[in-house]
């Protein structure tokens, strides 16, 4: 059945490590995001893509990379750089023109040991 | 990209109906307005869009008014289940690049 998936759904960092949060859609999206919440504030954009091979950053882009290689993942990877990682990651995607919504995935919960 | 200003929180019954409005002074001519509702630990997840006027789908009613710098969702008789935040979006455009912003939302609690 058609989605969003995002794993893992928790993921430990340990300081200096780099983790890579997976998110694949089979809803033949073109573009989609990466947002990161902290508790009991809204989401904030990370980087988004509009297209294979092209992404753009988003407003906390810093500390984090992504690459879209293939429509249907965008991978966003946690470098050693974002000095406060811990937070909720959220993964979404919208489709073509006439489709404006963003649909999300369940979330990927980073915490560092 | 218009700002949106929403209650930071409300309480409701079970059985109740509840408004959430929502204020987007800077609106622009193409954008559409978009709630979402998330619940801890999940993924926001799309209620109703609307550009004007009234939109109603199974869970909700949106209602905008003619100047469109304000929006209302109304959510018909309430359960606990409802219990969740709700955010309030504008900027997402017919045939153009769109990124959400989102606020802080409405925390919505629902009591027996």
């Known amino acids: 059945d058609g989605g969003i998936t995002q794993s893992p759904k928790y993921l430990f960092r340990k300081e200096g490590q780099n983790v890579t949060l997976s998110c694949e859609q089979n809803l033949n999206h073109d573009a989609m995001y990466w947002y990161r919440q902290d508790p009991g504030q809204g989401l904030r954009l990370i980087y988004y893509?509009?297209?294979?091979?092209?992404?753009q950053k988003g407003d906390i882009a810093e500390g984090y990379s992504v690459s879209r290689e293939k429509k249907e993942s965008f991978p966003l990877t946690v470098t050693s750089a974002q000095k406060n990682p811990t937070a909720f990651y959220l993964c979404?995607?919208?489709?073509?023109?006439?489709?404006?919504?963003?649909?999300f995935g369940p979330g990927t919960r980073l915490l560092v040991l | 990209l218009a700002k949106t200003t929403q209650p930071i929180s409300m309480d409701s019954y079970e059985g109740q109906e509840v408004n959430i409005t929502c204020s987007h002074n800077n609106i622009a001519t193409n954008d559409y307005i978009t709630w979402y509702q998330q619940f801890p630990s999940q993924g926001p997840r799309f209620i109703i869009q609307g550009y004007k006027t009234k939109v109603t789908n199974e869970v909700a009613s949106l209602f905008i008014p003619a100047d469109r710098k304000s929006s209302t969702l109304s959510l018909p008789r309430v359960s606990l289940s409802d219990t969740a935040v709700y955010y309030c979006l504008v900027g997402l455009s017919k045939g153009g690049y769109n990124k959400l912003i989102f606020g802080a939302g409405t925390r919505l609690a629902v009591h027996p």
């Open positions: 893509s509009q297209i294979v091979n092209d992404f």
């Open positions: 979404a995607s919208r489709g073509v023109v006439g489709q404006e919504t963003q649909y």
